[in-house]
Antibody, heavy 121, light 107 residues
Framework: EVQLVESGGNVVRPGGSLRLSCAAS????????MNWVRQVPGKGLEWVSD????????GYVDSVKGRFTISRDNAKNSLYLQMNSLRAEDTALYYC??????????????WGQGTQVTVSS | DIQMTQSPSSLSPSVGDRVTMTCRAS??????LNWYQQKPGKAPKLLIY???SLQSGVPSRFSGSGSGTDFTLTISSLQPEDFATYYC?????????FGQGTKLEIK
């Protein structure tokens, strides 16, 4: 069974940093692209970042470019999102999601349960 | 950036009804359109990819159609477990935008 388990969410002050992790199991991790998608509670979904199977391709939504860094460790079956210079508008539930194929990007055929990031003074 | 617009924003159908919802892209996205179902407190679930391909394990009452800018998700006979919010997402170009959702509410 495919499992994606996010961790690392927390309450942080504006300008602060967090590192999100996503532990993958139940599939061959380096066969798939991986993604981060966020959702403000009660609101819609927003693609944040993606990375292909070997990290050669990485993409970000404009609002996080230069502040967030996606990475993966295939030996540890893990995906990461380093979030710096956090803003109030980054407050959301962050999902780790698997691409259907080795390239990154949608569609996402498996999702984690999400980890909450709250940026507040 | 490509904007995705879903309509209606909410629906109140009855069990057994045929339900249709639409998603419109601000420019042509060919067939690069995906549909997800999200229930309260849960992660989204992939239903349809590439406009009309049914994801493995998804009931056949769900179907998708369309190309270019206009797309449709149809539920042929609504079941109680189908009450949820449905999102479309384009995978034509970054940023991979989602629609704002269509919520199916129990009448």
């Amino acid at each position: 069974e495919v499992q994606l388990v996010e961790s690392g969410g927390n309450v942080v002050r504006p300008g602060g940093s967090l590192r999100l992790s996503c532990a993958a199991s139940g599939f061959t991790f380096d066969d798939y692209g991986m993604n981060w998608v966020r959702q403000v509670p009660g609101k819609g979904l927003e693609w944040v970042s993606d990375i292909n199977w070997n990290g050669d391709y990485i993409g970000y939504v404009d609002s996080v470019k230069g502040r967030f860094t996606i990475s993966r460790d295939n030996a540890k079956n893990s995906l990461y999102l380093q979030m710096n210079s956090l803003r109030a508008e980054d407050t959301a539930l962050y999902y780790c999601a698997r691409s259907r194929v080795s390239a990154s990007g949608p569609p996402y055929d498996n999702w984690g349960q999400g980890t909450q990031v709250t940026v507040s003074s | 950036d490509i904007q995705m617009t879903q309509s209606p924003s909410s629906l109140s159908p009855s069990v057994g009804d045929r339900v249709t919802m639409t998603c419109r892209a601000s420019q042509s996205i060919s067939g690069y359109l995906n549909w997800y179902q999200q229930k309260p407190g849960k992660a989204p679930k992939l239903l349809i990819y590439s406009a009309s391909s049914l994801q493995s394990g998804v009931p056949s009452r769900f179907s998708g159609s369309g190309s270019g800018t206009d797309f449709t998700l149809t539920i042929s006979s609504l079941q109680p477990e189908d009450f949820a919010t449905y999102y479309c997402q384009q995978s034509f170009s970054t940023p991979y935008s989602f629609g704002q959702g269509t919520k199916l509410e129990i009448k």
